[in-house]
């Protein structure tokens, strides 16, 4: 059962979808970014002038930071993320602060565009 968080507003959820479909928590997000991007390498003639460019591995990446129950443990590495339409695979996780039954978290995942969903 996910926690909720008066008043109603912007949620956030993240974690391993069950089979029943429950997932770990819901949290009042704060700010979200997404960066669309992708690794590239230009490719030279032979006097040296790019010509052309490989542009490969594209992905989103996404920065969440939300407010959760102190009690809400941090996602995993590896969790699936699922902010809005936008979901990819947790990274990395980093506990702001905690206060008064409370805590900050701001979460990095990326969604690889070759890979398989993450939920």
Do not use: C, R
């Not at 009042?28 to 997404?34: E, F, I, P």
């Not at 930071?65 to 979901?87: Q, R």
């Amino acid at each position: 059962m996910a926690v909720l968080i008066k008043p109603a507003g912007v949620t956030a959820v993240w974690g391993v979808v069950t089979a029943e479909g429950d997932t770990f928590a819901a949290a009042k997000v704060q700010s979200m970014s997404v960066k669309h991007g992708a690794e590239q390498e230009p490719l030279p003639d032979k006097q040296g002038e790019t010509t052309g460019l490989a542009i490969y591995d594209a992905k989103d990446e996404l920065t969440v930071e939300v407010i959760v129950e102190t009690a809400t443990p941090e996602p995993a590495l590896g969790d699936a993320l699922k902010v809005d339409a936008v979901e990819g695979i947790v990274l990395g996780s980093e506990k702001k602060w905690e206060n008064k039954g409370w805590k900050k978290l701001a979460i990095t995942g990326t969604k690889f565009h070759a890979f398989p969903a993450a939920t």
